[in-house]
């Protein structure tokens, strides 16, 4: 089985649709596959109806966190998406976008980019804006050659010149909720030092402690000794060991497949979610 637990779609920052996602992750030969939106369920239904025959949804979200200032996301995978006090959080969070994707464009007006509202909100269309539309705005005026060149202290990275703050969850409150809503929480990417400042190993115990089920090891933002050290730390603390791409489309250069989840950790997951179940593929379109 290939099974790749971390991707996102227009519904978010991604460039594929969830209908295309789905699609193009059966012509990449997996078999389960993991929609995260940013803070965002919206793309589930539309996935799920388009889903081909031999392969698995996992429905999911990426929820924005923050501790001691440093930004941090957790991937919830099969929760109740109406549980009351985490949708209460998703949209707050979620409401909170807007304002701060356009205070970061008045920053970049004043440091003299000729950025404004509509090119960022044409880029976003119907997804939950964020700092990746801004990027690709950067990229299509040439101030960056690339969405992660826009990543830097120089533009929009943590702490950078145009960076703003936005609304987001203390990461125990937010496995705290992922729980009571029957999903499982799994640290997305917690090494991948160029995104800006980590937590440290002693924050990812105590994360464990409160409830986290994983942390994801095998990414692209992570080198091989990242690797490998979050690898010894997860067997330490007991925590599943994912793998996923973070697939964005044609925003990111990873594809579909580039990093996975072993069958029984996948196994694992799918036994403790309570929330939620995979949804199998129907033939919603055929595997090419």
């Known amino acids: 089985m290939r099974i790749d637990l971390h991707t996102h779609s227009t519904a978010s920052d991604g460039t594929d649709t969830p209908a295309e996602l789905v699609r193009n992750a059966a012509a990449a030969g997996l078999d389960v596959v993991a929609l995260t939106d940013h803070d965002t369920t919206r793309g589930h239904a539309e996935a799920a109806v388009?889903?081909?025959?031999?392969?698995?949804?996992?429905?999911?979200?990426?929820?924005?966190?923050?501790?001691?200032?440093?930004?941090?996301?957790?991937?919830?995978?099969?929760?109740?998406?109406?549980?009351?006090?985490?949708?209460?959080?998703?949209?707050?969070?979620r409401d909170d976008r807007v304002p701060r994707a356009q205070a970061m464009v008045a920053k970049l007006q004043e440091l003299g980019v000729p950025i404004d509202w509509d090119r960022v909100a044409r880029i976003a269309g119907e997804g939950s804006v964020g700092r990746p539309h801004i990027a690709s705005a950067l990229v299509e005026l040439g101030v960056v050659p690339t969405v992660s060149d826009a990543f830097t202290p120089e533009w929009i990275a943590d702490g950078g010149r145009a960076h703003v703050v936005k609304h987001e969850l203390?990461?125990?409150?937010?496995?705290?909720?992922?729980?009571?809503?029957?999903g499982v929480a799994v640290f997305a990417h917690p090494m991948a030092a160029q995104r800006g400042r980590t937590v440290s190993e002693?924050?990812?115990?105590?994360?464990?402690?409160?409830?986290?089920?994983?942390?994801?090891?095998?990414?692209m933002d992570h080198d091989a000794p990242a690797r490998e050290r979050l690898r010894v730390l997860a067997a330490d603390l007991g925590l599943l060991a994912t793998g996923s791409s973070d697939y964005h489309g044609s925003r990111k250069t990873c594809r579909l497949g580039d990093y996975t989840t072993d069958p029984e950790i996948y196994g694992e997951i799918t036994r403790r979610a309570t929330g939620a179940f995979p949804v199998p593929g129907t033939g919603g379109s055929p595997r090419r």
């Not at 392969?55 to 930004?71: I, N």
């Not at 996301?73 to 985490?86: G, I, K, M, Q, V």
């Not at 115990?205 to 090891?217: C, M, R, S």
């Open 50 to 93: 388009a889903l081909p025959e031999g392969l698995t949804l996992v429905t999911g979200a990426e929820l924005s966190c923050r501790l001691d200032g440093v930004s941090l996301h957790l991937l919830a995978y099969l929760f109740d998406p109406h549980e009351p006090e985490l949708l209460r959080e998703r949209e707050l969070v």
């Open 202 to 219: 002693k924050v990812i115990a105590e994360l464990a402690t409160a409830g986290l089920d994983g942390i994801e090891v095998d990414h």
């Open 170 to 182: 203390d990461p125990f409150t937010a496995v705290r909720l992922v729980k009571a809503a029957g």
